[in-house]
C-alpha cells in the first residue's frame, strides 16, 4: 500500500480532476490577497496553471513567473497563458532565481507536496525581495474538502489500510495553526491564516465518479492500483454515502486553508 506513489505526467487527467475546482478557488485566493497591481508574482509548483491564469487576468502582474516540478504540467501551464511568461520545470528547493527577485510568492494546492516546507520556505525567502508577501493555500483535506472526504472515509470503511494514504491524515501540515507556526517559524511577519469555501456542484454521480479515474495524484493513484471488483466496491459504498439533490446533481464544499506573512 505505501509503495503508491502519486503520478503528475498527465495534465489533461488532472484538469479533469481539480482544475474546475482549483480555478475557482484560485479567484477567491486572490480576492483574499489584496494586493497592488504591476508587482513580480513567482507562482510556486503552478501545477497546469490554475493560479497562474488567475494572477495574469485579476493581478495585472509586471512579471510572472512560475516553476513546477513536472514537465507535462508546465507546458500545460505554458498554454493557458496570454502572454510568455517564464515558466520552467524545477523544484522548490532549488528555485532557478537570483536573490531578492520578486514581491509576491505564492503557492495553489502544492505546498503539502513539498518535501521538506522548511527548507522549501528557506528558498522561498531566499528569492523575496525586502517586505515581499509570501502566501499560500492548501486544501483542508481532513475537514471541509468534501469530494475528497466521501472518497476516503468510504475506502476506509473498506480498506483499513488506505489511512496513510487518506490526505487528511499523509499531510498534517494541512491545518491553519500549524500553518501559522511554520511561517512564523522561518521569521516571516503578520502572519495570518483564514479558511477559504467555494461550492463543487456535480451533475450527477458519474460526474463526480469518473474524474478519479485518471490516475492523477493521491485518491486517483490508490483508485488505479485496485482490481476492477474493488474499484466497483468503493463506488458503490460512496454512492450509498453521498447526497443527491432532486435533480440529481450533488452539491458539495471545497474548503482551503490560507496562509500568508511578509518577510
Request: charged share 25%.
Amino acid at each position: 500500500m505505501e509503495s503508491i506513489k502519486d503520478k503528475w505526467n498527465n495534465s489533461d487527467s488532472y484538469e479533469y480532476f481539480m482544475g474546475r475546482w482549483s480555478s475557482l478557488m484560485a479567484v477567491s485566493f486572490l480576492e483574499w490577497l489584496n494586493v497592488p497591481a504591476g508587482k513580480n508574482w513567482l507562482d510556486i509548483g503552478c501545477g497546469t496553471g490554475a493560479l497562474s491564469e488567475a494572477i495574469e487576468k485579476q493581478a495585472n502582474p509586471h512579471t510572472l513567473s512560475g516553476i513546477d516540478a513536472s514537465k507535462f504540467f508546465i507546458d500545460k501551464a505554458k498554454q493557458r497563458l496570454l502572454k510568455p511568461h517564464i515558466y520552467t520545470a524545477a523544484t522548490v528547493d532549488h528555485l532557478p532565481f537570483e536573490n531578492e527577485k520578486f514581491e509576491i510568492l505564492v503557492s495553489g494546492l502544492a505546498f503539502n507536496f513539498f518535501p521538506d516546507p522548511e527548507k522549501a520556505l528557506l528558498e522561498i525567502k531566499r528569492v523575496s525581495k525586502p517586505k515581499a508577501i509570501i502566501a499560500a493555500y492548501v486544501w483542508d483535506y481532513a475537514g471541509k474538502m468534501e469530494f475528497l472526504r466521501y472518497f476516503w472515509d468510504a475506502a476506509y470503511s473498506l480498506d483499513s489500510n488506505t489511512k496513510n494514504l487518506d490526505e487528511g491524515i499523509r499531510f498534517p501540515i494541512c491545518n491553519t495553526e500549524k500553518l501559522s507556526a511554520l511561517f512564523q517559524k522561518m521569521v516571516l511577519k503578520n502572519v495570518v491564516t483564514s479558511f477559504l469555501d467555494i461550492e463543487t456542484v456535480f451533475k450527477d454521480f458519474d460526474d463526480y465518479w469518473n474524474p478519479f479515474l485518471g490516475g492523477q495524484g493521491p485518491a486517483p493513484g490508490y483508485l488505479q492500483s485496485l482490481d476492477t471488483k474493488s474499484q466497483l466496491r468503493l463506488k458503490n459504498e460512496i454512492q450509498q454515502r453521498i447526497t443527491l439533490e432532486t435533480d440529481g446533481s450533488i452539491r458539495l464544499i471545497g474548503r482551503a486553508i490560507v496562509v500568508k506573512g511578509t518577510v
